[in-house]
């Protein structure tokens, strides 16, 4: 990678921290970058720089190496959040991270995000349409077992404050209640 790119996007990072930026047209784009201390020269490097990017995430991707394919492409999707290329390609990584690891949930979220911004850019992106229907009967899944932990929690809880009140009744109505002397 261009050494020089890669110190333009660490003066870049507080917008990569903040994770998928908004669409917006080139020129709303380029002035967020600028505020951002860039001049036009730096900006200038990125961008000739994304196709660097692109198509060293899609390598790694191919080659199966997905945090390294996750970390180039997330700095070509700096560079150009509204490319629908680069989006997808950040996509099917996450997507490959989290069926590897279906309990971390980051992964879903990030790839249904990205799906959700290419179905945005491109309705009809049948890459996305695919990666949805994949996304989201396991995120219902996910969100059953939560709430199915949930449901269990509350009983527990309930038969808990039942035993405690009937073990009171008991109790109080033996003469063992409060300032008895019932031992």
């Known amino acids: 990678m261009n050494l020089q790119a890669e110190i333009i996007l660490d003066k870049l990072r507080p917008l990569k921290e903040k994770g998928l930026p908004e669409l917006y047209n080139d020129r709303e784009y380029t002035d967020l970058i600028m505020s951002f201390g ?7 490097i990125l961008q000739e720089s994304f196709f660097d990017y692109l198509n060293t995430g ?6 199966g190496d997905l945090e390294d394919a996750a970390n180039t492409l ?18 099917e ?4 991270l989290w ?15 990205l799906v959700n911004r290419c179905l945005e850019i ?18 219902k899944i996910a969100d059953v077992k939560i709430k199915r932990v949930i449901i269990i929690g509350a009983v527990a809880l309930t038969i ?11 109790l109080n109505r033996s003469g063992g209640g409060p300032g008895s002397n019932f031992h």
């Open 38 to 44: 860039l001049n036009e020269s730096e900006w200038h």
């Open 74 to 91: 997330e700095k070509a999707v700096v560079i150009k959040p509204n490319n629908l290329e680069v989006l997808s390609a950040l996509c």
């Open 122 to 139: 491109s309705p009809d992106h049948e890459a996305s349409h695919t990666r949805l229907a994949i996304l989201r009967p396991k995120v």
């Open 160 to 170: 808990i404050l039942l035993a405690v009140g009937m073990m009171v009744f008991i």
């Open 99 to 113: 069926q590897q690891n279906p309990e971390e949930a980051l992964y879903s979220d990030r790839s249904l995000k």
């Open 58 to 63: 899609k390598s790694y991707l191919k080659k």
């Open 93 to 96: 990584v996450y997507l490959q």
